[in-house]
């Protein structure tokens, strides 16, 4: 069975810092990895995913994250957050021939002045 | 374009009760997903339809939570009687095609069993 982990409930960190979101996943099948995010008071986002081919994402706003099969493990990065990322963040895994999602516990990220 | 659309926002209602929630889909999504989260933890996924059919409904908890999906349009989902351990948010999610195309989420329905 799969399963999503997310060992960090909450991360703090000040304005311009770097931020790294860890999740591992366990599998025994080819798997597709999904980030989303929850900003307050609204649905879930999809940040950025993979499917194949380049093992290193990226986001529109500045997130990548880098697939590694050996270690199995999604984590999300950004070099320099902003207060507008203070938001939760979901890693999900999906597997071919099904289409539903399973998701890790959630990270609260939380960006300080 | 109007996203996913889930309603109410909130539901408080006593052990016993029935509640329904609705979700109305970004149109001409076929796909529809219900997922949810209990307090503090992660997001478990419940069904989906692809239009009117239920393609897959194995992580529905039990036979007290019933979904819907007349016309493939909207959907609802209703629980009854509602338990204590059913607290949580619930997740309406659509896609237009089958795959890992983009699953787009609705802000979800709170719902709290007192």
């Known amino acids: 069975a799969q399963s999503v982990t997310q060992l960090d409930s909450q991360v703090p960190v000040f304005e311009e810092a770097p931020v790294e979101l860890r999740c591992n996943y366990s599998s025994s099948v080819s798997v597709y990895l999904f980030w989303y995010v929850q900003y307050p008071n609204q649905g879930l986002q999809l940040l950025l995913k993979y499917l194949s081919g380049s093992t290193l994402v990226e986001s529109i706003n500045g997130f990548e994250a880098e697939f590694n099969k050996s270690q199995t493990s999604f984590h999300l990065r950004k070099p320099s957050v902003h207060i507008s990322d203070t938001a939760e963040y979901f890693c999900?895994?999906?597997?071919?021939?099904?289409?539903?999602?399973?998701f890790g516990t959630g990270t609260r990220l939380q960006v300080f002045p | 374009e109007a996203g996913v659309t889930q309603f109410p926002s909130h539901s408080v209602i006593e052990k016993g009760q029935t509640v329904t929630l609705r979700c109305d889909p970004i149109s001409g999504h076929d796909n529809l997903y219900w997922y949810r989260r209990v307090m503090g933890k992660e997001i478990k996924f419940l069904l989906h339809f692809v239009k009117e059919s239920k393609q897959d409904e194995s992580g529905m908890p039990n036979n007290r939570f019933l979904a819907e999906r007349t016309g493939g349009t909207y959907s609802t989902l209703k629980v009854q009687p509602a338990e204590l351990e059913d607290s949580g948010v619930y997740f309406c999610?659509?896609?237009?095609?089958?795959?890992?195309?983009?699953?787009?989420f609705g802000p979800g329905t709170r719902l709290t069993v007192l």
């Open positions: 999900a895994v999906g597997r071919r021939g099904t289409d539903k999602l399973i």
């Open positions: 999610a659509s896609s237009q095609v089958r795959g890992y195309n983009e699953q787009f």
